[in-house]
């Protein structure tokens, strides 16, 4: 059996590699990488009345070439077994809760959410708002719209395709 928080794991370092090649346009694959703590670390220090930006989220910039796009997003990772993709209908399930949660914590830190999703047996997403989407150049590629959450969803290879990099 698989362990979930290896499991984790492994997606958020797969997002860092994948994240670095395309911020880099193929030069890098260590320009972002693991927040400490998939981002507790900023969430403990919060409590303490201190604010970490640089470590909030599942991923942190660690080379100057991505730090444009790690001052605009929040970003956040997960790799769930069954993601509840119908809860878009209704507005309930994983994915919602998890999107929610990626947008609080953005709009904390004065920055837009991107939540990197992946559900076994269906390929990553990426989660985007509209102001996101729009900032990205990808309002016309959303596969999924949400509009009560404010939620644009597109395969995660077509962000990759798509979406403009931020200078």
């Not at 670390?41 to 070439?65: E, F, M, N, W, Y």
Request: hydrophobic content about 40%; some cysteine; proline content about 4%.
């Amino acid at each position: 059996m698989v362990n979930s928080k290896q499991k984790g794991a492994s997606f958020e370092r797969e997002v860092c590699k994948q994240l670095s090649l395309w911020v880099s346009y193929g030069k890098q694959e260590d320009v972002y990488w693991r927040s400490s703590m998939s981002g507790g670390r900023s969430t403990v220090a919060a409590a303490k009345g201190k604010r970490l930006a640089a470590q909030a989220g599942d991923i942190s910039c660690i080379h100057p070439v991505g730090r444009p796009f790690a001052d605009r997003f929040l970003i956040e990772c997960k790799f769930y077994r069954d993601l509840g993709f119908q809860g878009l209908i209704t507005g309930t399930g994983h994915l919602i809760d998890f999107w929610n949660e990626t947008a609080r914590q953005a709009e904390k830190y004065g920055r837009m959410p991107l939540l990197i999703a992946k559900q076994n047996r269906v390929p990553a997403m990426a989660c985007l708002s509209n102001e996101g989407a729009v900032c990205l150049d990808l309002e016309r590629r959303a596969l999924l719209i949400a509009q009560p959450q404010d939620l644009r969803i597109m395969p995660l290879f077509e962000f990759f395709k798509y979406a403009v990099r931020p200078t």
